[in-house]
């Protein structure tokens, strides 16, 4: 046998057992009875830590309440932005925008109105998810201080 031939065959004996150690320990993985409430929790944790991020940034973001002018601008600021995020289909960046927007608008029913005739249906669904979590997050800081 030539040499290359060999290389070919120790390469593809190492596959195989690469391969059969990823099936037997995703196997071992996959029937842990916790596995699946694992994954629930991991998931819920990083959407919480999202959200609390999501939330200390707006609060570093938002202008001085005082001057109305710059509450316009950010205002108008972050619709654009959400605005754009639509457009790309970036749903995420969409929702974090606008809720900043309404955040700070003066009238936020009206403007949840508005959004809920020209948004898609899932992405208003979001919107709306999302504003309830920073209303949660925002009570929970205020009465743990």
């Known amino acids: 046998m030539s040499s290359k031939s060999i290389a070919a065959v120790v390469a593809g004996v190492c596959g195989t057992i ?3 150690y990823c099936i037997y320990f995703d196997r071992k993985r996959r029937s842990d009875p916790l596995y ?3 994954i629930l929790e991991r998931r819920r944790k990083a959407k919480e830590a ?3 991020e999501n939330l200390h940034d707006l609060k570093s973001r938002i202008p001085n309440t005082s001057d109305p002018a710059a509450i316009q601008k950010f205002f108008l600021e972050e619709v654009q932005l959400g605005e ?3 457009t ?3 749903y995420e960046s969409t929702v974090k925008h606008l809720t900043n927007a309404i955040t700070v608008c003066g009238q936020p029913q009206q403007l949840l ?3 809920q005739t020209t948004l898609p249906e899932h992405v ?3 919107l709306l998810d999302n504003i309830q979590g920073m209303k949660k997050k925002t009570e929970e800081g205020e009465s743990l201080d």
């Open 84 to 86: 754009d995020a639509l």
């Open 50 to 52: 999202k959200q609390t």
């Open 124 to 126: 208003f669904k979001m």
């Open 113 to 115: 109105q508005l959004f």
């Open 18 to 20: 690469f391969l059969g």
């Open 88 to 90: 790309q289909g970036d």
């Open 36 to 38: 699946k409430q694992k």
